[in-house]
């Protein structure tokens, strides 16, 4: 099982970037699929999940600027992230789980906003 996040860099506080998280080995339209991240010296939060029927959860500091989907054709899952603040710096983090219990996580993209 792999999950491959791409798309993080560096952007300027008010831009955009688009995540793209890609999963093989796995019935990817049968998992709960999720962005996470992770800021220095900060534990692992939750910044969006869309459910295998495609309802969305989102962090409250997101909420009307970041936007997730899904394509279980492609086995994707894509997080737009716009009008980025300094704040959202972090390492994204994707995420594939069941209600069973069984999760599987990507590496990691680093996404850096600067003021």
């Known amino acids: 099982v792999q999950l491959v996040e791409s798309g993080g860099g560096l952007v300027q506080a008010g831009g955009s970037l688009r995540l793209s998280c890609a999963a093989s080995g796995i019935i990817a339209s049968i998992f709960n699929m999720g962005w996470y991240r992770q800021a220095p010296g900060k534990q692992r939060e939750l910044v969006a999940v869309?459910?295998?029927?495609?309802?969305?959860t989102y962090a409250d500091s997101v909420k009307g600027r970041f936007i997730i989907s899904r394509d279980n054709a492609k086995k994707t899952v894509t997080l737009q992230m716009n009008s980025l603040k300094p704040e959202d710096t972090a390492v994204y983090y994707c995420?594939?789980?069941?209600?069973?219990?069984?999760?599987?996580w990507g590496k990691g993209t680093l996404v850096t906003v600067s003021s």
């Open positions: 869309i459910s295998s029927v495609g309802i969305t």
């Open positions: 995420k594939a789980s069941r209600p069973t219990g069984m999760t599987y």
